[in-house]
């Protein structure tokens, strides 16, 4: 090493010590004063790692949870612990302890405190013999289940039957409940006047209650058995009354022929309309039977081509209705209650149009055509009540109308065919008819006429009416007399498109 670096080695500052350095009172002061010394601990302060003592007084025999060895029903509860009360003594240290002061309460632990375990009871006013029996029905109860696999869940949680009551169950939970939903229960007052009692509406909603079964008017479409109550001689001349107006009409020619058409398609449709406003539904009425008159005068001018124009204009302005507020209830069973009645009555009904079409038959054919299938039908009518009334014993349909049979079926398939080939086919003046184009048309007719006549049983059983109105004197209604008719209208155009090559 030489000179120079010994030099700097030398000349290096000394590095500081460590130790203690005792000041003066003064100082030591003053730094206890600015918050740089802690203060000394008393003796009795508790200091880090000590264990707090255990809380006085009983302990519970188990730890929730219980372990398997235990049955919760067999584990001893815990004594309750007296609650204090004003003038109680537990010693001259214990915390609670409040003196012989009246009203006072017990002083609470801070709650940086140990927990004392103590469980809040609540005792009943009934005294230690209500208060035991209490805590045996808690203290029975099994412990909580824990879940963490699929197969867990395989044991229920409750016997079978153990929730069961005897109370009477309503709304969803009643087991008598039916298919039919409650949409527009209560929806509207019910009105007594406007709804006749025999007629089976007790309510002005859909209900879901069963009902009981109605009689059919007088075994008509194959029906037999009684008359349902009906004035038969009653009937008849209301039906003979119908026929001369209609043959009046149709001798008239085609026009006077529609003017007949559209006034019992359209009453037909309000009959529909105001049953199923009856019956809770809010459809809309004005529409329908503007449609319906609309496509009976366009089938008539126009054609087959103005029914699906019709018709297309109708389902949008169904939903339009409801759309912009014109009618706000339900929109979507009531649109489908809308299109429904105008299909049923309005679209079936617009093949009558069809028929007496000029253009599509001219030379007054239209009006031979529409009026064979009139007498078909009416004939086929008359021929199941009379053989049904007489002979009738097996239901056809006996869910939807007990009264119609199998006899009932064959006489009305009988007279139809012999009254259509021997009135339509014979007669003169219902050109271009012949016999074996007649007995055709007797035999469809008398298959087609009673599906529209047990379509409409079926309509009146679910809503639960006897008739579809009261206009006709010993029919009902007007869609009571000319169900069938609705059937009959397509099938005979399209048979005569056939027979004739139209």
Do not use: C
């Amino acid at each position: 090493m030489d000179h120079d670096e010994n030099d700097e080695q030398e000349l290096a500052p000394p590095r500081p010590a460590e130790g203690v350095r005792i000041i003066g009172a003064e100082e030591a002061a003053a730094a206890i004063e600015a918050g740089q010394v802690a203060p000394r601990r008393p003796e009795d302060a508790p200091k880090f790692g000590d264990v707090p003592e255990a809380p006085a007084g009983p302990r519970p025999a188990h730890r929730f949870p219980l372990p398997e060895s235990v049955d919760p029903a067999e584990a001893a509860p815990r004594p309750p612990v007296a609650r204090p009360r004003a003038g109680d003594n537990f010693g001259s240290g214990d915390r609670y302890n409040t003196g012989p002061t009246s009203g006072s309460t017990p002083e609470l632990p801070h709650w940086s405190e140990p927990p004392t375990g103590e469980v809040p009871q609540i005792l009943p006013d009934g005294g230690e013999a209500e208060s035991e029996e209490d805590l045996g029905a808690w203290s029975a109860l099994a412990r909580p289940r824990w879940r963490d696999q699929s197969s867990d869940w395989d044991d229920a949680d409750f016997a079978e039957g153990e929730l069961a009551d005897d109370e009477l169950r309503v709304g969803a939970l009643d087991p008598n409940r039916s298919a039919h939903s409650d949409l527009f229960s209560f929806d509207e007052p019910f009105e007594p006047e406007a709804v006749e009692p025999t007629r089976g509406v007790a309510t002005a909603s859909v209900s879901s209650r069963p009902r009981r079964p109605e009689p059919d008017a007088g075994g008509r479409g194959g029906s037999g058995g009684p008359d349902g109550g009906r004035d038969v001689n009653l009937a008849a001349a209301t039906g003979i009354g119908i026929a001369v107006v209609a043959l009046i009409l149709f001798k008239a020619g085609p026009a006077w022929a529609l003017l007949i058409a559209i006034a019992v398609v359209t009453l037909a449709a309000v009959e529909v309309y105001d049953v199923l406003r009856r019956a809770g539904y809010k459809p809309a009425t004005l529409l329908g039977l503007t449609a319906t008159v609309s496509i009976m005068i366009a089938a008539y001018n126009k054609g087959e081509a103005a029914i699906p124009l019709v018709v297309a204009l109708v389902v949008v302005t169904s939903f339009l209705w409801y759309l912009f507020g014109v009618e706000t209830a339900r929109p979507t069973i009531n649109i489908l209650a809308t299109l429904g009645g105008f299909l049923w009555v309005g679209f079936l009904g617009s093949f009558a149009a069809l028929l007496l079409s000029p253009d599509r038959f001219p030379h007054r054919h239209g009006v031979a055509f529409l009026l064979a299938a009139v007498i078909a039908t009416t004939a086929n009518d008359v021929g199941a009540f009379v053989f049904g009334r007489q002979l009738g014993r097996r239901a056809m349909a006996p869910a939807v109308s007990p009264n119609k049979t199998w006899e009932g079926f064959v006489g009305g398939l009988l007279t139809s065919v012999f009254v259509t080939t021997i009135v339509i086919g014979v007669v003169p003046g219902m050109d271009p008819w012949n016999w074996k184009r007649a007995f055709l048309l007797g035999l469809v007719v008398s298959l087609v006429a009673p599906l529209g006549d047990l379509a409409e049983s079926m309509v009146k059983r679910d809503i639960g009416v006897k008739d579809m109105g009261s206009l006709l004197p010993g029919h009902g209604g007007v869609l009571d007399r000319f169900d069938a008719m609705l059937f009959v209208l397509p099938a005979t155009y399209f048979l005569v498109k056939l027979l004739f090559k139209g």
